[in-house]
Nanobody, 131 residues
Framework: VQLVESGGGLVQAGGSLRLSCAASGFSFDDHAIAWFRQVPGKEREREGISCISTRDGETNYADSVKGRFIISLENAKNTVYLQMNNLQPEDTAVYYC???????????????????????RGQGTQVTVTA
């Protein structure tokens, strides 16, 4: 069972990156998949970025990324994407994805829960944005 992130890298401010979160070893159905970011050395400041439901496609975004980031889902590939546009230096962080069986939670609630626990979590991919 694993979640594997890819797509991170170094980009100048104003640029774009697309992250991928590929899931394997568990049923993708009825899960909330969320993206988080964390600055090394600031483990207490884990920020939920966006979440999507594999059940109905419901999405949720943090205010800090609304209008710039887009989360999407490709069920056939068990993959969730995060398109990040107009990146800024403050977006620099390790980005990782996590999954939680959704149950009765909406995506906002699921993302809140996943700040503290998740069924699965990836190792992360570094995103660095230079000024």
């Amino acid at each position: 069972v694993q979640l594997v992130e890819s797509g991170g890298g170094l980009v100048q401010a104003g640029g774009s990156l697309r992250l991928s979160c590929a899931a394997s070893g568990f049923s993708f159905d009825d899960h909330a998949i969320a993206w988080f970011r964390q600055v090394p050395g600031k483990e207490r400041e884990r920020e939920g970025i966006s979440c999507i439901s594999t059940r109905d496609g419901e999405t949720n975004y943090a205010d800090s990324v609304k209008g710039r980031f887009i989360i999407s889902l490709e069920n056939a590939k068990n993959t969730v994407y995060l398109q990040m546009n107009n990146l800024q230096p403050e977006d620099t962080a390790v980005y990782y994805c996590a999954a939680l069986a959704q149950g009765v939670l909406n995506t906002m609630e699921a993302m809140s829960v996943m700040r503290f626990r998740s069924d699965y979590r990836g190792q992360g991919t570094q995103v660095t944005v230079t000024a």
